[in-house]
């Protein structure tokens, strides 16, 4: 008896915290008041980025609760503001959104200097879609030195509009065929659907010159090719 009662206590608290882990969860924004909204960027306080984390990628929410810049048109978009790293050596830059219940945050990205200039800019359609991530690379030399922030923004152009996209993964099934071993390999595919919103997690890979892939020197031409990759759709 007392077996069950505890069994029912722990299925019952088990319940409770599923259900406030999901009264917890955001819920998915696909249109800002601009109301209240800034009306030019807020650099006050930026986040900031770690170079070379041994966490790996740092994971910054960005919400149009916290922070949002009213456009023109009535409409609006969410932004987050980073302290980019002191420039000392060439380095790169991945950011990245992921799908997550069903939404994904529609990034787009603005380098600016220290008196808020803007520098460079990293459109919605710059931005590759790779399984579930939306993903770019930037990179860093002597000529981008004075870029001090970045400014990751909401692409209003297309929050609300779904997509569908096909997930495929692999594993591998170890067999043994008479007295040797081998690998067999087998491939799964599934299509899946989301929809683009304001807001969403971004992750932000800040990697130094020694732990680039490009090796000691991130050239034009790696730069070129970095960037055709990131165009297509």
Known sequence: MRLVM???LLLAASLVGGCA????APATVMQLNPRGCDTQWNLSSPQAIEMDSP??????????????LAQSGDRSVSYAVYRLPRYRD??????????TDG???AP????????????????????AMRGERLQITVFFNDENASEHYLVVRSAGAVVGRDERHVVSSSFYVPLLAGA???LYMQGTE????????????????????????????????????????????
């Open 6 to 8: 505890l069994a029912s």
């Open 21 to 24: 882990g999901r009264a917890l």
């Open 55 to 68: 966490q790996g990628a740092q994971a910054f929410r960005v919400d149009g609760d916290v922070r949002c």
């Open 90 to 99: 060439p380095w790169t830059l991945q950011l990245e959104s992921r799908i």
């Open 103 to 105: 939404a994904l945050f």
């Open 108 to 127: 787009e990205a603005m380098l600016l200097d220290a008196d808020g200039k803007m520098v460079r800019e990293m459109t919605f359609d710059r931005f």
């Open 180 to 182: 040797l071993p081998f």
């Open 190 to 233: 599934a299509e899946g659907s989301f929809r683009y919103a304001h807001n969403g997690v971004v992750y932000l890979l800040a990697r130094s010159q020694a732990y680039s892939p490009l090796g000691r020197k991130a050239d034009s031409r790696a730069m070129v090719r970095s960037e055709f990759g990131a165009v297509p759709r």
